[in-house]
């Protein structure tokens, strides 16, 4: 059997990330998925480091990788559009389970029991879901952030939602918190800076 699943992923590039917004810096969903899986296997690691957690990093990093397959059929559509009116939302996630499934069933019948956790998002984990989750948050506040940082104004808004967002994940994720004291201000800093700061 021919399968068509590695040619879609493979036009992940091609689909642009904050399509409706004016974006300094451009982002395709293959970027961020891949943002996603680092952020997620980090946030793994620290969860089963430092706060008793028993959860398999490489195991998040892949469920990451593959968070946005639905998007190789439907495109990135915004977040305000996707979840302003519930009716519209409950067709949204219809729509992504559906691409979803498309993307499993393209592969050969003998490997779909093995990706259907990964790809099916109703079919994750719930703990893997949440820390992808909270990975794919992350990724997009830094990414609000970084346009910031260059003057985009559009991403103002922006930042504020997704800060908020991530207030709730601290709530129970104390592993986000750590995240974040860590890592997110070195995101800013120049090539030189991080360079000085290795030293």
């Known amino acids: 059997m021919k399968s068509t699943f590695l040619a879609w992923i493979l036009r992940m590039p091609l689909i642009k990330r904050w399509a409706l917004m004016h974006s300094i810096k451009s982002e395709n969903i293959a970027e961020h998925s891949q943002q996603v899986a680092v952020i997620a296997h980090l946030l793994a690691v620290i969860r089963n480091q430092y706060f008793d957690g028993d959860i398999n990093p490489e195991r998040a990093a892949t469920v990451a990788l593959y968070h946005e397959v639905s998007e190789t059929k439907l495109q990135d559509i915004n977040h ?9 939302t409950k067709e949204f996630k219809k729509l992504e389970e559906q691409a979803e499934r498309e993307c499993l069933q393209s592969l050969p019948k003998a490997l779909q029991a093995q990706f259907k956790p990964l790809l ?14 909270a990975a794919d948050l992350i990724s997009a506040y830094l990414k609000a952030c970084d346009e910031i940082s260059f003057g985009n104004k559009e991403f103002i808004h922006v930042k504020q939602r997704l800060n908020s967002m991530l207030e709730t994940f601290k709530q129970n994720m104390p592993e986000v918190t750590f995240f974040l004291d860590t890592f997110e201000d070195d995101c800013f800093v120049s090539v030189d800076e991080l360079s000085n700061s290795d030293h």
């Open 120 to 133: 099916v998002q109703a079919e994750v984990e719930p703990e893997y879901k949440q820390i992808v989750k």
């Open 80 to 88: 305000v559009t996707k979840y302003h009116n519930p009716a519209l």
